[in-house]
């Protein structure tokens, strides 16, 4: 009987430890998406930027090329 009980503890054990390391797979999950989503409108801000400036080079360089 002693070792039915040990069993059955040792079971519920590996389910709470899978348990808590699921939730902090989630967690990381969540902060990693949000720190994704931060780069890219960052990249995209980048992108503008770039993009007005070329703008403002080709307009002041006029018929250069």
Do not use: P, S
């Not at 993009?51 to 080709?58: G, H, I, N």
């Amino acid at each position: 009987m002693f070792w039915a009980m040990l069993a059955i503890a040792a079971g519920f054990l590996g389910l709470a430890v899978l348990g808590v390391m699921a939730v902090k797979v989630f967690v990381e999950a969540q902060r990693l998406a949000r720190q994704v989503t931060e780069t890219t409108r960052q990249i995209n801000r980048a992108a503008e930027d770039l993009e007005k400036a070329a703008a403002t080079v080709a307009r002041a360089g006029g018929g250069a090329l």
